[in-house]
């Protein structure tokens, strides 16, 4: 396997975010009450974490070492800004909905993390990938997490009715407290996949 695809697949499962490396979880726990939110959420994040990824690698040889954090932060602003601008004007009901968790991704863990960990000492086409591939796995794990959510707490998903006319919502799950169960079930479950797949490579 080439660096490059090992570096985008870490994100996907090994180094999951939200399900392996338990980061990130503020906008995971707040903002996954449906599969829709938890998504554009996640895509939000992504895009941020591309593109000031991709700069910083790009202009990191340049950025004074006692200033590298503020200055890591002004561009995941910058993005942010710019991500935050572009949802209200798009999407205003899905910015309404995500709220004050949108500006917040400037203090998210992952995006500052990255650019520290990997940005800033990785050629530019490398940081890009390993961004692209954190992004996509905060991205399907929050819309897994609101998925779940969203199709036990409510019937529906994606604001379609799945589950039968029998079906008793759990109230639980569409409440803060769901999202705690709903992470530590998703969370065993790979787990127990990962398990798994290491035995069969052994």
């Known amino acids: 396997m080439t660096r490059a695809k090992a570096d985008f697949l870490r994100g996907l499962w090994n180094e999951n975010p939200v399900f392996r490396l338990l980061i990130g979880l503020c906008p995971a726990l707040g903002v996954t009450s449906t599969a829709i939110n938890g998504i554009g959420m996640g895509l939000a994040t992504s895009f941020v974490l591309l593109c000031s990824s991709t700069l910083i690698s790009v202009i990191k040889n340049i950025i004074p070492a006692k200033v590298r954090i503020p200055s890591y932060i002004i561009i995941i602003a910058t993005f942010v800004t710019i991500a935050d601008l572009s949802m209200n004007a798009f999407a205003p009901e899905l910015h309404r909905a995500l709220g004050v968790f949108v500006p917040l991704i400037v203090v998210n863990c992952l995006v500052l993390g990255r650019s520290e960990a990997y940005a800033s000492k990785m050629p530019v086409g490398l940081a890009a990938i390993d961004a692209l591939g954190m992004g996509l796995g905060f991205t399907w794990a929050l ?49 127990i996949i990962s398990a798994r797949m290491n035995k069969k490579t052994a």
Do not use: D, K
């Not at 379609?160 to 759990?170: D, H, L, R, Y």
């Open 143 to 191: 819309g897994a997490l609101g998925g779940v959510r969203e199709l036990l707490g409510t019937g529906e998903l994606f604001h379609v009715q799945v589950m039968p006319a029998f079906f008793e919502p759990w109230g639980i799950m569409a409440a803060p407290p769901g999202a705690f169960l709903s992470l530590g079930f998703l969370v065993a479950i790979m787990n």
